[in-house]
């Protein structure tokens, strides 16, 4: 059974920073791709980020040059730095990996203003 633990969310001003850290259990981590979703009532979960399981890394247009994603195996945990946030940036952000299935965390919210 793996479980996604989620923090770092918040409220923050455009132009601003936040850091998201996702903290995984029951799984191998360190041979996982993991990934950052977001969503909005208005709009489907949308891939924001991912890291494979030897640190390539993709980003979505919408984020390309302000986000960063990174891991720490040791410690079991994905990161999400976001800098230069803007309102359109405001959803609740999921971690996510699959082993056989999809696991996703609670998820965390994340609130921009302008």
């Known amino acids: 059974q793996v479980q996604l633990v989620e923090s770092g969310g918040g409220l923050v001003q455009a132009g601003g920073s936040l850091r998201l850290s996702c903290v995984a259990s029951?799984?191998?981590?360190?041979?996982?791709?993991m990934n950052w979703y977001r969503q909005t009532p208005e709009k489907q979960r949308e891939l924001v980020a991912t890291?494979?399981?030897?640190?390539?890394?993709y980003y979505a247009d919408s984020v390309k040059g302000r986000f960063t994603i990174s891991r720490d195996n040791a410690k079991s945990t994905v990161y999400l730095q976001m800098n230069s946030l803007k309102p359109e940036d405001t959803a609740v952000y999921y971690c996510?990996?699959?082993?056989?299935?999809?696991?996703w965390g609670q998820g965390t919210q994340v609130t921009v203003s302008s």
């Open positions: 029951g799984s191998i981590f360190r041979l996982n791709a």
């Open positions: 890291i494979t399981s030897i640190g390539y890394t």
């Open positions: 996510n990996t699959k082993q056989i299935i999809d696991y």
